[in-house]
Nanobody, 118 residues
Framework: QVQLVESGGGSVQPGGSLSLSCTASGTDSSIDGMGWYRQAPGKQRELVAHIDRAGAVSYGDSVRGRFTIARENAKNSVFLQMNSLNTDDTVDYYC????????????WGQGTKVTVSQ
């Protein structure tokens, strides 16, 4: 069973930076796409950033130019560098991974909170 262990997050003032990390474990199958999503209370989960195994990236409109995603395939890890944070970035962030085994399975982390405030 794949487990996604997230770390990072926390609190920062507007304009500051934080980083998130996530590592997938518990499988010998290939981890294809990895990414981060976020969800504010009462709203749908939205894409923050996604990166495939080849390194192709995509970003949500609200974070493009401020956030950077990267991954280390050998460790099944994905990283998110968040710069120029603002109060709208205050939500829970969820790691996502697509396991490519005999069937494709999607996995989610538990979520990590990011708080941007004065």
């Amino acid at each position: 069973q794949v487990q996604l262990v997230e770390s990072g997050g926390g609190s920062v003032q507007p304009g500051g930076s934080l980083s998130l990390s996530c590592t997938a474990s518990g499988t010998d199958s290939s981890i294809d796409g990895m990414g981060w999503y976020r969800q504010a209370p009462g709203k749908q989960r939205e894409l923050v950033a996604h990166i495939d195994r080849a390194g192709a990236v995509s970003y949500g409109d609200s974070v493009r130019g401020r956030f950077t995603i990267a991954r280390e395939n050998a460790k099944n890890s994905v990283f998110l560098q968040m710069n120029s944070l603002n109060t709208d970035d205050t939500v829970d962030y969820y790691c996502n991974a697509i396991e490519q085994g005999d069937v494709q399975r999607e996995h989610w982390g538990q979520g990590t909170k990011v708080t941007v405030s004065q």
